[in-house]
């Protein structure tokens, strides 16, 4: 059955050797750009065209065309490949459309060597542009998937080449248009689609240096050659076939216990916890849970584009029927409701179908994943804790909370924030437009901003080796005795609260004037000329209860520590409602601007820039009865040397 996508939505490939056809109305050139695991194509090896048609795994046509049929082998791609662009553009100079918006809208699907089509996709809402970005073929926990894109190029294949990174876009450009000029425009034969043995020849050899990052080597002329450029054992028979009458090597057997079972190959694999690039596991398994966020943000991007698709189509049918005069009353106008709002239902639930297949991949692997998170990644209730040690390094990262969307509810993706941070947090002790905080006092929602604020620098102090950091707090009124009790208890906190007008005023001076030396010793390259009685460690600074207690000096030296302490190792943590500070006018407005608003409460106003999705944020919350932020506050507290406590 074919799957048909929409901008965005992505999926599975059942099998590593395909053909991509492409069907345009006009001559259109075809082009496939290799890239690394961030994406991008160092040079123009990277990149398959009409004038170098030939990677390993890979083979463009030589001209422009109404129709196109690219041959694909992810198995031989180079090792250093984790996507496949598909690029399409317009022939400069050929007497046909300037722009995809004066054409029909090209079509293009994936099929398997059988012919049997995988996927297809329509790229509709194309106007001015020249070139697109069409499909997207990229490797996800060792499967490959494939993403409708649709990315079109007001600038051409020149801008086009360059948002893929390729360094002499406009050469390179040029360069195809000149080969594209040469050759008659016309429809082409399809490539050949006969492979060679599966062996490896000493010419395949040599192009396998065994380095990670090397560029993909030219391929000799004649048809595309299938075999694994990493694959060295296994020698054809000698009479096994190797020129291009060959036919394709048998199917891989099945594994054990599939005989038997219908549809087994087609199962997408189980997911594997840290299936991601990175040197260590902590990396790999950041990227896997950015890469997770990513998959949530498209699909959900998808099926909403799909149910706006869905009622903008019924809408533009019912306003034909209530236009014509003749169809607007009557059993036909009746039937004709009918089978508008029938075809708007059946596409919502076909999105719906794609949505909940794509979710419940996502929710299986969240679910893998989140058992195998260390420390810095995993949530408080995690079994990890339990045999918690102090740290030797500073891990790349720490959870910061949750983050959901409506669509499933149940299905959360870590907020991991990079360290060392470089924002300040805000941690909203107003009553926001959240529902659950609404319905509380005041007074509650400040507690449980500031026991927010504890369990986030807990956090911080587990992450950090013994001694790397360390956290003072200004605490005005000594309201917050009790949230801090776990950091007081344990000795994790270095010294009492600072309290009152005097308090505040000596820990401001203290730490801007830290902030003041270092960032001279830096920029003069003099770091060891440092006092020795300098505390290096990093600092977060906790204030709650901003802005009572604090005159215009403090809330300068503030702004001050926002702006240039993350940058020297001193971090910001405020716990404040922004409407307690409004007799302060706007001249807040940069402080508040400069820190990354978190709620004590889900709440759903992190929105990212991306696709515009309103993420819901979920704080991170210690098990009701949980001993646990105690019991790793002790072991942080044993850690410090006696002269830190």
């Known amino acids: 059955m074919t799957a048909e996508l929409v901008r965005g939505q992505n999926h599975p490939l059942p099998q590593t050797r395909l053909e991509i056809r492409v069907s345009a109305g006009d001559p259109v050139m075809a082009g496939a750009v290799l890239g690394d695991e961030r994406g991008r194509a160092p040079d123009a090896a990277w990149v398959a065209h009409p004038a170098a048609p030939r990677l390993p795994g890979l083979e463009v046509s030589q001209q422009a065309a109404a129709d196109h049929r690219l041959a694909v082998d992810l198995d031989a791609l180079p090792a250093a490949a984790h996507r496949v662009s598909v690029l399409l553009a317009l022939p400069s100079g050929a007497g046909g459309p300037a722009r995809f918006g004066a054409m029909a809208a090209p079509f293009v699907a994936i099929t398997g060597l059988d012919g049997a089509e995988v996927v297809g996709y329509t790229i509709t809402d194309l106007d001015s542009e020249s070139a697109v970005v069409a499909l997207e073929l990229y490797r996800r926990q060792g499967a490959w998937k494939v993403r409708a894109v649709g990315q079109g190029y007001a600038g051409g294949l020149a801008a086009m080449l360059h948002d893929q990174g390729l360094p002499g876009a406009a050469e390179l450009a040029a360069a195809i248009e000149a080969a594209v000029d040469q050759a008659a425009a016309r429809t082409i034969a399809p490539p050949p689609r006969s492979v060679r043995g599966r062996g490896e020849d000493k010419g395949e050899r040599a192009r396998r240096p065994g380095g990670k990052n090397e560029p993909p080597a030219p391929a000799a002329p004649g048809p595309i050659d299938y075999r694994h450029p990493r694959r060295r054992t296994a020698q054809p028979p000698r009479d096994s076939p190797a020129g291009p009458s060959a036919t394709p090597p048998a199917a891989a057997p099945r594994p054990p216990g599939a005989e038997g079972r219908p549809g087994a190959e087609e199962r997408p694999a189980a997911p594997v916890a840290g299936d991601a690039s990175g040197w260590t596991m902590d990396e790999r398994l950041y990227n896997q849970v950015w890469g997770m966020f990513e998959d949530l943000a498209r699909t959900v991007a998808a099926y909403r584009g799909a149910v706006d698709f869905a009622e903008s189509r019924m809408e533009r049918e019912l306003d034909g029927v209530l236009s014509d005069p003749r169809t607007r009353v009557g059993p036909a106008a009746d039937a004709a409701r009918e ?307």
């Open 339 to 645: 089978a508008a709002r029938g075809k708007q239902m059946r596409l919502v639930a076909q999105a719906r179908a794609v949505l909940d297949r794509d979710l419940g991949r996502l929710a299986d692997e969240s679910d893998v994943v989140e058992h195998a998170l260390p420390p810095a990644y995993a949530r408080w209730d995690s079994p990890v804790w339990q045999g918690y040690q102090v740290p030797f390094e500073t891990p790349m990262a720490v959870r910061l909370g949750d983050l959901r969307l409506p669509e499933r509810d149940d299905l959360r993706i870590p907020m991991l924030m990079r360290l060392p941070l470089e924002r300040g947090l805000w941690i909203d002790s107003g009553r926001t437009g959240a529902p659950e905080a609404a319905l509380m006092a005041s007074a509650e929602v400040r507690r449980i901003a500031m026991d927010t604020a504890v369990a986030h620098a807990a956090r911080l102090l587990a992450v950090h080796p013994a001694g790397d950091f360390a956290v003072r707090v200004i605490d005005p009124a000594g309201a917050a005795g009790a949230s801090l009790a776990p950091l007081l208890r344990s000795g994790a906190l270095r010294e009492p609260p600072a309290a009152g007008a005097r308090g505040v005023s000596e820990t401001l001076a203290r730490l801007t004037h830290r902030v003041d030396l270092v960032q001279m010793a830096v920029r003069s390259g003099a770091v060891d000329s440092l006092p020795p009685d300098l505390d290096i460690a990093d600092q977060l600074l906790i204030v709650n209860d901003f802005p009572h207690g604090f005159d215009d000096r403090a809330v300068n030296q503030l702004r001050y520590l926002a702006d240039e302490g993350p940058s020297v190792g001193v971090h910001l943590m405020m716990v404040a409602d922004r409407q307690d500070a409004r007799e302060y006018g706007p001249v807040l407005d940069p402080l508040w601007r400069s820190l990354l608003r978190l709620t004590p409460v889900p709440d759903d106003h992190l929105a990212d820039p991306w696709v515009g999705h309103a993420w819901t944020y979920e704080p991170p919350s210690v098990p009701q009865g949980s001993e646990v932020l105690g019991q790793v506050l002790r072991e942080v507290g044993r850690s410090l040397p006696d002269h830190r406590r």
